[in-house]
């Protein structure tokens, strides 16, 4: 099977440039949905990577019982405090109700274990609200497979990808991206498998990622690759582009950590190197 590999010049004919005129808006809207009592740090972590890519605005919809230590954390977010806990039906429409229509929504980040068909519930409700949306960590039951479509990008690692579709993984590459493409062609997905070599597939065509450093084991780099995601395809690129590039800006924000700090990262660390790695891309019409 012939594979595309992501670098720089994939990255930099792919990102937009941004407009000399732009408005508030024009340059994407974020709504990154999770949190819950035990995890607060992983829909953060999502949503800053979010803000970090260069989006306009970026909503993060948690729990109300974390919602003012999560304020806290940053003034650069538009903290939502859901009612409930768990990310029922209820707490969606509620959601649904209050926010606007986004560029891409994120959901599943330190959500915890979710009622199945609740979940597939308020994925339906939510994703109305959005152009494109990215499924991560929680999210990714196969309850959702009903329910995700083409706008969807899922971002499973090994473990998340045979809870999602049944299949474990391949360790051989090559069978491994054709594990990924067979199940975002017969979901009609865009399947991100994330590993020491991002496979990404949309059915049709299969591209691999190897900008990565090995000190990204650290917990929440696959959050921050989540918003980093939520963010490209907010700004209307082609969802299986905008996982392209973001499984590469997310490794090359990883190596400038590490460059900087060694193998010592935390993933805070990784949220502040998004500007770094994206800086080379950066364009004004």
């Excluded at 949905?33 to 605005?57: C, E």
């Excluded at 339906?124 to 929680?138: C, E, G, H, Q």
């Excluded at 473990?159 to 979901?187: I, M, N, S, Y």
Aim: with cysteine; charged share 20%; proline share 6%.
């Amino acid at each position: 099977m012939e594979e595309l590999e992501i670098d720089r010049e994939f990255v930099r004919q792919s990102l937009p440039p941004r407009r000399k005129d732009s408005h508030k808006g024009m340059n994407g809207v974020v709504c990154v949905v999770g949190g819950s009592r035990t995890y607060h740090g992983a829909p953060f972590f999502a949503a800053m990577a979010a803000a970090r890519t260069g989006v306009d605005l970026v909503y993060l919809a948690v729990p109300a019982v974390i919602a003012t230590p999560v304020r806290a954390l940053s003034p650069d977010l538009i903290v939502m405090a859901m009612p409930d806990s768990k990310l029922t039906r209820g707490n969606a429409a509620k959601l649904a109700k209050w926010l606007p229509h986004v560029g891409c929504l994120g959901i599943g980040p330190g959500l915890g274990p979710q009622n199945p068909d609740e979940l597939a519930q308020a994925m339906r409700t939510l994703s109305a609200k959005a152009d494109a949306v990215v499924a991560d960590a929680d999210a990714l039951r196969p309850s959702i497979l009903g329910v995700a479509d083409a706008k969807t990008i899922v971002t499973p690692h090994a473990g998340e990808f045979e809870r999602l579709f049944g299949e474990k993984p391949p360790d051989v590459l090559e069978e491994r991206t054709a594990a990924v493409k067979r199940a975002a062609a017969q979901h009609n997905l865009v399947v991100v498998l994330k590993g020491p070599t991002d496979v990404v597939s949309d059915g049709k065509q299969v591209a691999v990622n190897n900008t990565h450093s090995p000190s990204m084991t650290i917990g929440g780099t696959g959050d921050i690759l989540t918003g980093i995601a939520a963010g490209l395809a907010s700004k209307g690129i082609e969802r299986f582009t905008a996982a392209c590039c973001a499984v590469y800006i997310n490794g090359l924000a990883g190596v400038e950590a590490t460059k900087e700090l060694g193998l010592h990262i935390v993933a805070s660390d990784l949220v502040d190197c998004i500007p770094k790695a994206m800086k080379q891309f950066d364009r004004v019409i």
